[in-house]
């Protein structure tokens, strides 16, 4: 039998919804959403699209399909979409890029997924025929796959300057937006602003069941709405999942600042741990990377062993690990979980002296 996970580091999608989502869920008022009639899910579109200095917006089952709406407007075949190393439209959503729209990811290689106007202006292809359309530019926030690092509001804004005067067009993948707005107290209005699409996800630190808000312009917007129903995104009474979405936005935005501090007192306290490296030298938000090549374990013998304590901790490859931290995690959590990492990888010390 296996033992039933109580600290769960894995994700922050990995929170269940709170006794005040799952009421504001049941006494939502609904309508048919494809008709535009669904009364609580346009009043989240509308408060996302005014948070994100946007005309307009849409709700969508996930993240991924606000990305793969998003690409899919803006791009064609033979296009080419300029973005960061690692990103997730790249490595973890199914190729969409190259499936939905016939085009390329070029990736700008970074130390942690944010990459200057000089680059992109240096990768934007001249418009020869032989070239792939440089089209759209892509900036994730926070960057997943660089430690949770915040895109800097003025290298937002220099990328968006450089992509605009080259026609490109600009995306944000806004899944951690929020965590941004609150490690930097910059506004979200302000990183969404220069964008021409931008998204929020519900189902990360907001807590919510599921579901992403993508914003845009009007015109942006119409076309979207194509792709929402050609990839069948468009809902009936998704009322209910947008009530959560608005309790989260009144709820949930100002606690992410303690998932901030639980991931920094994570990283402070397993970068004790002999064999053990943070990834990431600074833990802006939730996420903490770790290398623990130096402990002479495999990351599936340490996650197996945290799993038999009831932890789970991501393994990203053989030698590193993710741990995120969200609202269902308490500071003594992290110190528990800190705590069994410590053991796991000293008794592992001695088990491989033993071996050799
Ligand atoms: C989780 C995530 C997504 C996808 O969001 P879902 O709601 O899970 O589909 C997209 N981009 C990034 C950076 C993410 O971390």
Redesign the pocket.
Known sequence: MTTPIRIDLVSD?ATRPSPGIRQAMAEAKVGDEQRGEDPTTNALCERVADMLGQDAAMFLP???MC?HVAMAVHCEPGDEIIAAEKC?IWSSEGAGAAVFCGSLIRSLPTEDGVFTAEQLKGAINQRKPKAPRSRLVHM?QTV?RGGGTVWPLATVQSVAEIATANGLKIHM?G??LLNAVVASGVSARDYGSPCDSVWL?L??GLGCP?G?VLAGSRAFMDEAWRWKFRFGGGMRQSGMMAAAGLYALDNNIDQLASDHDNARLFAELISQIPGIALEFEETATNLVFFNITGTGLSTDDVSDALEKRGIRIGCESDTCMRAVTHMDVSRADIKEAAAALKEITSDGDTHNRAAE
């Open positions: 999608t996930s993240g991924v990305n997730h994730e997943n993948d899944a951690r996800d189902s990360k599921f992403g």
